[in-house]
């Protein structure tokens, strides 16, 4: 069992950065390729960025490129996820997940996900 905490979100104005943290417990986490999504109020869930298991890839999705980068920690079982340039529309909760293959976290078919962070951006 893998169990994912995130931290990291709050309260920042347009143009601002955060850094989320995403927290893995058990001995899967360097053989998983971990991802974040979010949702915003009324909205569906978007996909937002993956790793895989060894940072060799990184993809994104077309709201965030350019502005967010994902990054992992194994030694330290930790996700990343810099926000720069912030902008009202990324308002959501935010969410980690982990699966074996990185084409299940680009679709939110994760094993794992964690209990989300909010993260607010006011204009």
């Known amino acids: 069992q893998v169990q994912l905490v995130e931290s990291g979100g709050g309260l920042v104005q347009a143009g601002g950065s955060l850094r989320l943290s995403c927290a893995a417990s058990?001995?899967?986490?360097?053989?998983?390729?971990m991802g974040w999504f979010r949702q915003a109020p009324g909205r569906e869930r978007e996909f937002v960025a993956v790793?895989?298991?060894?940072?060799?890839?990184?993809y994104y999705g077309d709201s965030v490129k350019g502005r967010f980068t994902i990054s992992r920690d194994n030694a330290k079982n930790t996700l990343y996820l810099q926000m720069n340039r912030l902008k009202p529309e990324d308002t959501a909760v935010y969410y980690c997940?982990?699966?074996?293959?990185?084409?299940?976290?680009?679709?939110?078919?994760?094993?794992?996900w964690g209990q989300g962070t909010q993260v607010t951006v006011s204009s």
């Open positions: 997940l982990g699966d074996p293959r990185v084409s299940t976290v680009v679709t939110g078919g994760g094993d794992y």
């Open positions: 058990g001995r899967t986490f360097s053989s998983y390729a």
């Open positions: 790793i895989s298991s060894n940072s060799g890839s990184t």
